[in-house]
């Protein structure tokens, strides 16, 4: 009975090697090949999004080519930010899948088994979600801030009894830089409430008091002369949206009547308008001769009776 001879150990080796050498690199370069196309494939369609989404005909758009009204331009430059935002944000997400997934896809081609790598994956994923949950919380309420475009770069707002002007925003924290040069940086998860000045249009709000005794329709009759000037004054005509109007008696004090003013503005031109108004305001009445009404105080001084009664006999 003859014995069949050994398989040659060369042919094995030389398969083996030539695996190692041609088969699995050129495998793992067609894989990091294909993720790259992907990855510039869905960039490009996210840019055709953003674009078409920037430049598609809205009624703020229409206004615009019509009237060219600041409100118009403003809402388009801020929708152009946010749709420029999302799809950045959109990039990063989709290039971090890819990276993961083409990267478990190469292992799995060096030999290395993926499975526990996936299942510890899982568990350190989960051990994260309990143990960051302000780091997570801070990243899903920046993502939610730029898709409702609850703020931008530039705007003036009122967070957390904090005010000032937004000079960065990520999605982890909002930098802001308050009136005395202050930098906060403030927690995006830790935002419940925002007040933005910047957003389309806002408010001159005068209060004028003046004394009981003043003719009521006089005051506001050069209250509107007022107001009206500014409104056709050269300078601030840009900046004033609306004519101002002139609402009325607005409070009773102790010892002033307050008569409000209304002018609404440009974002952010309210506090300009309104020093402006003010001073105009105060030359004009004035010249009028209407008092502008300030605080008095009178004092009392309580006689001592035996005091009194000793004077009496002295004067006596």
């Known amino acids: 009975m003859s014995i069949p001879p050994n398989p040659p150990l060369v042919s094995v080796s030389w398969s083996t090697l030539g695996e190692w050498v041609?088969?699995?690199?050129?495998?793992?370069?067609?894989?990091?090949?294909?993720?790259?196309?992907?990855r510039w494939v869905l960039h490009r369609v996210i840019d055709k999004v953003v674009v078409r989404a920037v430049e598609a005909p809205t009624l703020?758009?229409?206004?615009?080519?019509?009237?060219?009204?600041?409100?118009a331009i403003t809402?388009?430059?801020?929708?152009?930010?946010?749709?420029?935002?999302?799809?950045?944000?959109?990039?990063?997400?989709?290039?971090g899948i890819l990276v993961a997934i083409f990267a478990t896809m190469i292992l799995s081609e060096l030999g290395i088994n993926i499975a526990p790598i996936i299942a510890?994956?899982?568990?350190?994923?989960?051990?994260?979600?309990?143990?960051?949950?302000?780091l997570v919380r801070d990243y899903l309420s920046g993502i939610f801030m730029i898709i409702e475009d609850q703020y931008g770069v530039g705007d003036s707002i009122e967070v957390?009894?904090?005010?000032?002007?937004?000079?960065?925003?990520?999605?982890?924290?909002?930098?802001?830089?308050?009136?005395?040069?202050?930098?906060?940086?403030?927690?995006?998860?830790?935002?419940?409430?925002?007040?933005?000045?910047?957003?389309n249009w806002a408010r001159a709000v005068i209060d004028v008091g003046v004394g009981y005794q003043e003719d009521l329709g006089k005051v506001q009759r050069v209250l509107r002369e007022v107001s009206n000037d500014l409104w056709t004054d050269d300078e601030f005509k840009g900046q004033i949206i609306?004519?101002?109007?002139?609402?009325?008696?607005?409070?009773?004090?102790?010892?002033?009547?307050?008569?409000?003013?209304?002018?609404?503005?440009l974002p952010l031109k309210q506090w300009a308008i309104a020093r402006e108004m003010r001073q105009r305001i105060k030359a004009r009445l004035d010249y009028e001769g209407i008092e502008m009404p300030f605080g008095q105080r009178i004092i009392w001084h309580r006689e001592d009776k035996a005091a009194a009664a000793e004077e009496e006999k002295a004067n006596a």
């Not at 206004?63 to 409100?71: A, G, N, R, W």
């Not at 802001?176 to 995006?188: E, F, K, M």
Request: zero cysteines; aromatic letters at 4%.
């Open 120 to 134: 510890s994956a899982g568990i350190v994923g989960l051990a994260l979600g309990f143990g960051a949950q302000s």
């Open 160 to 199: 957390n009894n904090i005010s000032g002007t937004v000079e960065a925003v990520t999605l982890r924290i909002t930098r802001l830089r308050a009136l005395d040069g202050t930098v906060w940086y403030i927690p995006n998860g830790e935002i419940l409430t925002v007040g933005n000045h910047s957003q």
């Open 60 to 71: 703020a758009s229409k206004i615009s080519k019509m009237h060219e009204t600041h409100e």
């Open 75 to 95: 809402a388009s430059s801020r929708r152009s930010q946010r749709a420029k935002a999302i799809g950045s944000l959109l990039k990063s997400v989709i290039t």
């Open 22 to 38: 041609i088969g699995i690199p050129l495998r793992i370069a067609g894989l990091i090949l294909l993720a790259f196309v992907l």
């Open 242 to 265: 609306e004519e101002p109007e002139v609402t009325g008696v607005e409070a009773l004090a102790a010892d002033s009547i307050t008569v409000r003013v209304l002018i609404k503005t």
